[in-house]
Every structure is written in structure tokens, then in C-alpha cells.
């Protein structure tokens, strides 16, 4: 056979071809961190128009209004159905938060959860971590007013949502004369929404369209008073006008589809792929974008490097105040495939680390 005239067969180099393909997908680094999911182009070209057209308004550069942009409140009374009279737009929860900080001297701060909170509500005050039935409780057998505030539904990192009977123990609190606030920056990521009236609620878009929107809205119990640092803290009218402009209702059906149903979906197929496995979620496992996996026998640092030897990269639960070492899966960037690859990889993990186990959300729904 003269040299080089030898052909590869088409089959050959078919197989040979999806092999390095394989061997290409499983060495790419998959985030599940939370990155946050791109917009699709036409988005991004309709968010430019509306900006455009906010800076036509006349006042676009003015201060902003107290309480929130006129055009703004009608759009989210459109959308969201929030009280026209018991609504206040903000810069987000870090914003209300701020605000909202000294109205009462001891705060009590659920755990695990967002991380900097506690630095911001204890500017002004005492806090105190805990579960929710352990805060529950201390606000119960309380004689002095106090603040409440906790995340549901699907709270990060573990995806818990208040079940009926803790909704009615948070209620009851409120009644009492307790200021009690609770986060719904999830809900886009939830299948249902609890009664708030007897509440504050915190909401963003933060969630949908990007941790760096800084726009969010807060609403009130009817006989609450809002602290003046609430009412004129609020975004710029530009930046509010400019999200009033975009949120039409077409606008808002397209976010959830490109931006939250993926999510939701990779999130589903994590936690099935598992209960198929390994028996795990039985009833499911919350809502939310993210899971809480606990380890026991190494530590958070050693499993977030077993996990990123698999080519994923997850964060220490630490990160999100657990109270045990763990880590957290988010879903926000990634497809329903590739958490079915995490999803597989942590079924290897589980064979060889009987102390790697799901943390389950203590009650799911509302």
C-alpha cells in the first residue's frame, strides 16, 4: 500500500467525531452559581426604544416622585394586580432594606439567606438569626414590638416557600403589632402566591431581568406608616419611566418565557433526574432557582473542588449563611441538559459520599 492513500472509513470518523464532542461537553465548566440568563436580542432592542422614549417625557431628569413614578405604579397595578394605595417603589431589597431599617430596635433574620442583610438592618438595631420557627417563636412570646423579615416562596439557597399553617402563624404576628416583611423576589419562580395584606412585601425584578436592575416595589399594610427614607430613596424617574415604557404585558410574557421558565425547567429536571437516581425530593423539593445539598465528613471547601474537578462549579452554603456545611446548585444560566449532567454527577458523587444529602425544605407551598 503506498503510504497515505489509507482512508478513514465514514463510520470511523463519525464515531471518532462524537466521541471528542462528548469529551468536549463533559470538560466545559458549567456555572451554577446563579449567573444570570441573557436577554434575547429583540429585548435588549425594545429596552432601547423604551429609554428613548422615557427621555422624551417631560421632568425625565427631574427628582424622583415620592412613593414612585405615576406611570411606573399603573404599569405594575396592570401586571401584578399591587394595591394602587398600598404600593412604593424602591431600588430593590437593598434599597428597601436601608430604608426600612430602624423601624424597630431588634430584628429577627431568617437563616440561611441573603448574606448582607444583616449588616444592613442591624445598622440601626440588634439582630437575631434563626430558623423560622425559632423566630416565630421569639416574636410570640415577645411583649415589645418586633421585625420580622424572611424569604418566601423559594427562598435562596434552599428553595423553601411558607406552607398555610406558617402563613397564618405570620399573620397573626403582624396583627399583632410586629413589623413583618417578606421577600417574593422569587416568586416568578413559584406556582403560588400567599395573601400579604396583613404584611410588607419586598419584590424586584432583579430576578427576571438581572441583579443589577435596581427596581423594585414594596407594598404596606393598610394602617402602616412609611418611612420617609422609603418614600425618597426611589430610582430615577428615567430609569422609572423607562421600565413603565417596556413592561408591556407582551414584553413581560417574553422575560418569563427567555428568562424564568428555563430556570424553572432545569431546576425540574435537576430534581427528578435525582428521584429517579437516588430516591430524593419525594414531594418535591420547593421553588425557587436554587437546591441545598448537605455535606457531613469534609468540608464545604473540599466538595465545592470535588465539584469543580467534574468540570461544575457550585457555592459554599456558607456563602448563604447555612447552618451546616453544604453547598448550593443554582439553576438561572444553564438548560434542563445540563442540570441533568449535574444532576448525574452528583448521583456519582452520592455512591461514594453517603453524607452528601438533599436539604429538604421543612414545608413547600403556601
Known sequence: MVRGSWRRSPIASRRRCSAVRALRTASVMLDLTGPQRPWPAAL???FGDSQANALRTQGAWGPPRPGGDVRLINRLVELFDVPTDRVCITSGVRGFAAAWADSSRTMLVEAPGFTPLPAILGASGKIRRGDWNELFTVAEEAEKRLSLWLTSPGR???GRS???????????LARKGHHVVVNQVYRWHAAELPSSIHVWTVNSLSKVSGGGSRLGWATFPPDATLPVA???S???TIWQRTWADFLSPATWQTLLRQCVEPTTEARLAFVERLRENLGWYPDGAGDGVSVLLRVDGISESQMVERFRAESLRVSPGASFDAPHPSVRIAFSGVSAEQADRAAECVTRFASSLPSLTPDYP?????
Open 362 to 366: 421543612a414545608s413547600r407551598g403556601c
Open 44 to 46: 435588549v432592542s425594545a
Open 162 to 172: 411558607m406552607s398555610t399553617a406558617e402563613s397564618t402563624r405570620l399573620r397573626a
Open 156 to 158: 435562596n439557597p434552599d
Open 234 to 236: 426611589g430610582p430615577a
Open 230 to 232: 422609603l418614600t425618597q
